[in-house]
C-alpha cells in the first residue's frame, strides 16, 4: 500500500439504527478474506458493464465515491482526473490493514456531510451504499450540492418489489446492515426530490453468494436498482 492521502470531517450525530449498522459493516470486513477477495479492477469493470456502462464514462472527471468502502470502485478506475472516496469507517479499513490506495483521497466521514465546496466534483458514485446511509434524503442532498452544474450521479441500490412496501421498514430489525429498504420507485422519488433528473434506469435481479435463509430469500425478491443522473 503506498502514500497515505487521508483527511477527515466531523459529522452530526447518528441514529440507532445507522449505529448498528456501522457495527455489522465492521465484522462483515473483520471476517474471512473469502468475502471480499474478489473485488479487482476487472470485477468492477464487469459491474459497470453490467450496468451500461464503462470506465470512458469518469474519464478526465473529478470523481467521488460516497461510502467507498476499502475496496470500491473509485480504487480501481484509471480515467477519472482526481479521485476521492468517503467513508465513515477509513480509519476502521486501515487499522484491519484493507484500505487500498488507487490514487485516492480517503475522506472519513458520513455522505450527508462531506468535507468539500459546493460544486467541487463532476460525477459522484454511490455503489451499494443508499440503503446505508443515517439519512438517504440527505444524502442525495449533499451529492447534488457537490456537484457541478450538470455534473453527474450513478448509484446503485437493492431495491424491492412494491406490494413489500407495507413491510420494508420493519426489515431494518432483521436485515440489521441496512437501515433502509427501498422500492425502486421510493428511489426514483428521493432523486426527484434531491434535485436530480434522471437520464436512465435499469434493475436486474440480486444475486448474493451463499446458501443462508436469508440470502436465497433476497435473491427471489431484491434487486439492483440502478440510475445515471445530473443535477440539475
Not at 22 to 45: I, L, P
Not at 65 to 92: A, N, Q, S, V, W
Not at 141 to 162: D, I, K
Request: aromatic share 10%; charged share 25%.
Amino acid at each position: 500500500m503506498s502514500e497515505d492521502h487521508s483527511t477527515s470531517v466531523s459529522s452530526p450525530p447518528a441514529s440507532g439504527h445507522w449505529n448498528r449498522s456501522q457495527e455489522a459493516e465492521t465484522r462483515f470486513w473483520e471476517g474471512s478474506a473469502d468475502r471480499y477477495g474478489h473485488f479487482s479492477a476487472e470485477y468492477w469493470e464487469r459491474m459497470l458493464a453490467q450496468d451500461g456502462l464503462d470506465p470512458s464514462f469518469f474519464e478526465g472527471a473529478r470523481v467521488i465515491e460516497l461510502g467507498c468502502g476499502p475496496f470500491g470502485m473509485i480504487h480501481y478506475l484509471d480515467t477519472p482526473r482526481e479521485k476521492i472516496g468517503c467513508d465513515p469507517l477509513i480509519e476502521t479499513y486501515r487499522e484491519l490493514g484493507l484500505l487500498q490506495d488507487g490514487g485516492v483521497t480517503h475522506l472519513a466521514g458520513r455522505g450527508e456531510r462531506v468535507d468539500l465546496p459546493a460544486g467541487s466534483v463532476d460525477v459522484v458514485i454511490s455503489y451499494n451504499v443508499l440503503d446505508h446511509v443515517d439519512d438517504p434524503l440527505g444524502s442525495l442532498r449533499e451529492a447534488h450540492r457537490l456537484l457541478t452544474e450538470g455534473g453527474r450521479m450513478y448509484l446503485n441500490v437493492h431495491s424491492f418489489p412494491g406490494f413489500l412496501r407495507p413491510v420494508l421498514p420493519w426489515l431494518r430489525y432483521v436485515d440489521t446492515p441496512h437501515p433502509w429498504h427501498f422500492t425502486t420507485a421510493g428511489v426514483r422519488r428521493l432523486l426527484g426530490r434531491a434535485g436530480f433528473e434522471i437520464d436512465r434506469s435499469l434493475s436486474y435481479p440480486v444475486r448474493l453468494p451463499g446458501s443462508s435463509f436469508k440470502q436465497r430469500v433476497a435473491q427471489k425478491i431484491a434487486l439492483h436498482a440502478v440510475f445515471l443522473a445530473h443535477k440539475t
